[in-house]
């Protein structure tokens, strides 16, 4: 059986001051009533996990109520870093569900199909994650200000959400970092250290997340082409 783990507990700070990115309107729902209504819908997924900021219980249950959303759920506590949230998470999962697929609350775009591949490719090797290739020509700079290294693009790939992972190897790779006093702002990262291969799964359409405030515009456009299915 598959849980979803939607991170939602973080703070936003590149949104700007005083702004909610995940409470931010797109098309007449904020940006996580999107996202968790994506996982709401999908067949895929048995239950649902939001890790959530400390305070914002009676929102996320209010949001629940009036999107109607029907798989059972539970609203779990963020710790400090993503990776703490992450962890808190993991630990409400009921003992039965063998896969997660952990997404960020702020991209509310990822069609079903893709949580799916993600599953698929997790149940075969134990990781996946959700990648686009990168088309950009990219080059490494150690100081901000010049050139360092030219990187080979055939090789890059920039990774999104969904993450998948059987429980039992987020959890051990999660505890290798956690024993080691390491901060990750990616779950697959984690993975490396037990020496777990992750899986990547090509994206073949945008999977936007809301980080700055010229995303809205963008995202709520593809969400108008996805609806009429342009």
Same mark, same amino acid.
């Given at each position: ?13 590149r949104?700007?001051a ?5 409470f931010?309107d797109? #098309? @007449? ?6 996202? $968790? ?5 999908a067949?895929?997924?048995?239950? /649902? +996990? ?19 959303f029907?798989k ?5 506590? #963020? @710790?400090s870093?993503?990776?703490d949230?992450? $962890? ?10 063998? /896969? +997660?697929?952990i997404?960020?609350?702020a ?5 079903e199909e ?5 599953i698929?490719?997790?149940r ?17 700079s150690?100081d ?15 990774v999104?959400t969904p993450?998948?992972?059987k429980?039992?190897?987020?959890l ?8 080691k ?7 697959t990262a984690?993975?490396e250290?037990?020496g ?7 994206c073949m ?14 995202i ?11």
């Open positions: 059986m598959n849980a979803a783990l939607i991170v939602a507990a973080g703070k936003g700070t949104m700007g005083h702004v909610d990115k995940l931010l797109v #098309g @007449g729902r904020p940006v996580v009533a999107h996202t $968790w209504g994506r996982f709401d819908g067949k895929c997924i048995d239950e /649902i +996990v939001l890790v959530i900021r400390g305070g914002m219980e009676a929102d996320f249950r209010e949001l629940a109520q009036k999107y109607e029907r059972p759920f539970r609203l779990v506590a #963020g @710790g870093e993503r990776q949230s992450v $962890w808190n998470g993991l630990q409400a999962i009921s003992p039965y569900y063998d /896969i +997660v697929i997404q960020d609350g991209r509310p775009c990822t069609p893709l949580i799916e591949r993600t698929v490719a997790a075969e090797v134990g990781a996946s994650v959700a990648a686009q290739r990168v088309t950009d020509t990219v080059k490494e150690c901000g200000q010049m050139i360092s290294t030219h990187l080979k693009r055939d090789l890059l790939w920039a999104q993450q998948t992972f429980v039992s190897v987020i051990k790779a999660l505890e290798a970092a956690r024993s006093n390491l901060t990750l702002t990616d779950d984690a993975c250290l037990i777990q291969v992750v899986k990547l799964v090509e359409t945008p999977n936007p997340k809301v980080t700055v405030p010229g995303d809205v515009p963008y709520h456009e593809l969400m108008n082409r996805q609806n009429t299915g342009n």
